[in-house]
């Protein structure tokens, strides 16, 4: 039995030690389990390809009359278009070979890049006029595909009527949630495509709609400028009256002006009661600043997530979970319909 036929055999046992040793470097569970099953997608390298790792090129372009290699990017694109692949709707589909310096998760990140600025510069001088992609089974999970539902759902005739019934700038809100969860997400035959950063922005999107029908129903009390002065009186003395620039900010964020966070927390609170603090702090107060849901959109907002950066997208498929989880649940508080129970927040409890 060949050394690959072995780790193969050996890969769920394996990977569960792996993902628990991820855990103790601190990893989240679903972190670990993606960056676990990437690094044995590696090590069972297909000893076809060789050194160089091998990618589906598609999108809507002709494809070129010979072969043509970037020295630059150490990219080579193959000329033969093919058919019957996973790609099932781009117009055109080409193997490239990209060279890389070890097979390990390091220089397939170091590919990806390369790769991306490739189709991003030819998306550049084309205008961004037509689409394309690329897909490899070592740097993309086959399985991360949904699932088919019946169009006919047992549950689907109560869930319209309560949305019908709701009132009509609660409806408007919940309206505009109802699209962002499913406008972004990629078709099941169209598992190849990665839309995770979309995703993540339009579950977010949704939250906020969500936020502001919950807020419509149960307005916020806004606090007196008295109440407000004797509120930042409190915490100054708790700080011992020695103010940082993050307390500073915290002052202002939750007490002076609140804005959208004031607004989330408050809505998360009307919907969960003794829960919320754990979603309030997901969102907004999580020490490790960077797994803060808030702060996430905010990153791929302004173009500060390594998308190349396969370990980065691990991390935010991991905290997705748990943004689909709150704007599932705070649905279940608006639209009559089976929500979710949300297992980690009772395993936390």
């Not at 804005?259 to 999580?286: P, Q, W």
């Amino acid at each position: 039995m060949s050394e690959k036929s072995e780790e193969r055999m050996d890969f769920p046992g394996s990977l569960l030690k792996r993902v628990e040793e991820l855990r103790r470097d601190g990893y989240e569970w679903g972190q670990a389990y993606g960056k676990s099953c990437l690094e044995h997608r590696v090590k069972v390298w297909p000893s076809g390809w060789g050194d160089d790792l091998e990618i589906l090129v598609y999108g809507d372009f002709e494809s070129p009359d010979t072969d043509f290699h970037i020295e630059s990017l150490g990219i080579t694109v193959h000329a033969k278009a093919l058919e019957n692949t996973v790609i099932g709707s781009a117009k055109c589909v080409l193997k490239a070979t990209v060279e890389v310096e070890e097979k390990s998760v390091e220089a397939l990140v170091d590919a990806a890049r390369r790769i991306n600025l490739f189709l991003g510069t030819w998306a550049l001088v084309t205008w961004g006029n037509s689409a394309s992609g690329w897909w490899s089974r070592v740097t993309h999970d086959p399985t991360a595909v949904g699932v088919v539902e019946p169009l006919l759902h047992k549950d689907l005739g109560r869930a319209i009527n309560s949305v019908l019934q709701l009132p009509h700038p609660v409806r408007q809100r919940v309206d505009a949630a109802l699209y962002w969860i499913r406008e972004p997400r990629t078709l099941f035959k169209e598992f190849y495509r990665n839309d995770l950063l979309r995703t993540y922005a339009a579950y977010w999107n949704a939250f906020e709609c969500l936020v502001e029908a919950v807020n419509i129903v149960q307005p916020q009390e806004k606090l007196s400028k008295s109440e407000k002065q004797q509120m930042i009186d409190e915490f100054v003395s708790r700080k011992s009256g020695r103010l940082t620039p993050g307390d500073v900010q915290q002052c202002y964020q939750e007490i002076v002006n609140p804005g959208f966070v004031g607004k989330a927390s408050h809505a998360l609170r009307v919907c969960f009661d003794n829960e919320a603090m754990t979603y309030i702090d997901e969102c907004f107060k999580r020490p490790d600043e960077d797994n803060r849901l808030y702060n996430i959109r905010n990153a791929i907002n302004h173009g500060e997530v390594d998308a190349q950066d396969l370990e980065e997208l691990l991390r935010i498929e991991s905290r997705l979970h748990r943004l689909w989880m709150i704007v599932w649940r705070m649905f279940g508080r608006i639209v009559s319909f089976p929500a979710p129970a949300d297992s980690e927040l009772h395993q936390a409890a």
